[in-house]
């Protein structure tokens, strides 16, 4: 069985709403494009290294619409490892109307979607999902994820999607490795998919070391 991993950009108030340009998903959401005074080399290196062995991608619809627009054409440069990768592996789209499928090995998923996923985990090693924040609260509600990569960023926004915004379900994860921070103070967090659910305790409790307020 293969690993799903979600890939995400969000705000210290876990906004995750359009961070790659104005026009992402502008309504009712003025700060789109966020992500880019932001973005730096250390941050740019840790994107692309998450990319490494990716064999397919798993989108919702507008991420999917953004990316078919965008990656077909891109060839060379800084963006050109990303691009080829892109281009090449299998893309699946989680919508319910009727996207453009012209992107080169682009497959919409069917009404069935947890179904599906599991299909495509088993069919593949490493599927990456980038964005997608419709997509990626069915993924937490379903616990059909294994890997979560969080870049959080030095701003507060107060506004727009969140990325555990009424589909998460109480779920344990645990950090997969240290903590990195870019100059910008972007701070990369990775995460893995643990058993159980959160616990509770008392801090007051005496082997807790923690004096009581009585």
């Known amino acids: 069985m293969g690993l799903i991993h979600i890939e995400l950009f969000a705000t210290l108030d876990l906004v995750g709403q359009a961070p790659g340009g104005p026009d992402e998903d502008p309504v009712g959401f003025p700060f ?6 932001l973005l730096d080399e250390v941050a740019g290196a840790q994107v692309g290294a998450a990319y490494e062995g990716t064999d397919a991608l798993l989108l919702g619809r507008r991420t999917y619409d953004i990316f078919a ?5 891109q060839q060379g440069g800084e963006d050109g490892d990303i691009a080829a990768l892109f281009n090449s592996v299998p893309k699946y789209v989680a919508s319910r109307g009727r996207p453009d499928l012209s992107w080169a090995g682009s497959t919409q998923l069917g009404p069935d979607l947890a179904g599906a996923v599991r299909e495509i985990r088993d069919r593949h090693e490493h599927v990456k999902v980038v964005g997608s924040l419709d997509l990626v609260q ?15 960023h030095p701003i507060v926004l107060g506004v727009g999607k969140k990325v555990f915004d009424g589909g998460a379900v109480p779920t344990n994860v645990r950090l997969l490795e240290p ?8 701070v990369y967090l990775r995460y893995g998919l643990a058993d159980g659910t959160p616990a509770t305790g008392d801090m007051s409790a005496p082997d807790r070391g923690v004096a009581g307020t009585g």
């Open 32 to 37: 789109g494009g966020w992500q880019a005074p």
């Open 69 to 73: 627009a965008y990656w077909p054409h």
């Open 138 to 152: 069915t993924l937490l509600r379903e616990k059909l994820f294994d890997r979560l990569d969080l870049w959080l």
């Open 179 to 186: 903590p990195a921070a870019s100059p910008k103070g972007t």
